[in-house]
T-cell receptor, first 111, second 114 residues
Framework: GENVEQHPSTLSVQEGDSAVIKCTYSDSASNYFPWYKQELGKRPQLIIDIRSNVGEKKDQRIAVTLNKTAKHFSLHITETQPEDSAVYFCAASDTGNQFYFGTGTSLTVIP | DAGVIQSPRHEVTEMGQEVTLRCKPISGHDYLFWYRQTMMRGLELLIYFNNNVPIDDSGMPEDRFSAKMPNASFSTLKIQPSEPRDSAVYFC????????????FGPGTRLTVT
């Protein structure tokens, strides 16, 4: 089955700096890569996703890049704000049913 | 839309008791997923349904766990008998496949088994 690894497990940045979270996957059949944000005590919420026919996708301060050859994808958050502090999960899926989640990155944005 | 609704939000029970978690998916969604989240194992898919039919239950940890979806607007996850190691946050999620793969999560049920 699919194995998704996520790094780093914790990340602290100064407000206004950029944050990068990286994930690797093992199954070349995976073609959908969502990123979820989970605030403390809350539900995971989709913030951005990318399909394997696209190399990069942006949404305001958030971007995701995908390298299919190397089987890795990354989340980039620019101009970080305190409200970006949360746990971020990457996932990979080939059918849209079974999501294989990474272990999460706890991001702290220091004001 | 109110989003995915789960009840109860918190459940504390004693070992050996039966626990039933409930979920109401977003109206019109055709897929429903049950996840378990723990610090040790992260987010794990337990089972998912398509049009009320269980498709894959390979993530259900033991026979003590069972799930049903009697209609398009209601699903239950039952644990009988419950054990302390079942303590976790259980999320229900739903999706409408014709529009996207996005799964919408409910607020979760925090289960504590003492």
């Amino acid at each position: 089955g699919e194995n998704v690894e996520q790094h780093p497990s914790t990340l602290s940045v100064q407000e206004g700096d950029s944050a990068v979270i990286k994930c690797t996957y093992s199954d070349s059949a995976s073609n959908y890569f969502p990123w979820y944000k989970q605030e403390l005590g809350k539900r995971p919420q989709l913030i951005i996703d990318i399909r394997s026919n696209v190399g990069e996708k942006k949404d305001q301060r958030i971007a995701v890049t995908l390298n299919k050859t190397a089987k890795h994808f990354s989340l980039h958050i620019t101009e970080t704000q305190p409200e970006d502090s949360a746990v971020y999960f990457c996932a990979a899926s080939d059918t849209g049913n079974q999501f294989y989640f990474g272990t999460g990155t706890s991001l702290t944005v220091i004001p | 839309d109110a989003g995915v609704i789960q009840s109860p939000r918190h459940e504390v029970t004693e070992m050996g008791q039966e626990v039933t978690l409930r979920c109401k998916p977003i109206s019109g969604h055709d897929y429903l997923f049950w996840y378990r989240q723990t610090m040790m194992r992260g987010l794990e898919l337990l089972i998912y349904f398509n049009n009320n039919v269980p498709i894959d239950d390979s993530g259900m940890p033991e026979d003590r766990f069972s799930a049903k979806m009697p209609n398009a607007s209601f699903s239950t996850l039952k644990i009988q008998p419950s054990e302390p190691r079942d303590s976790a946050v259980y999320f229900c999620a739903s999706s409408f496949r014709q529009s996207s793969y996005e799964q919408y999560f409910g607020p979760g049920t925090r289960l504590t088994v003492t």
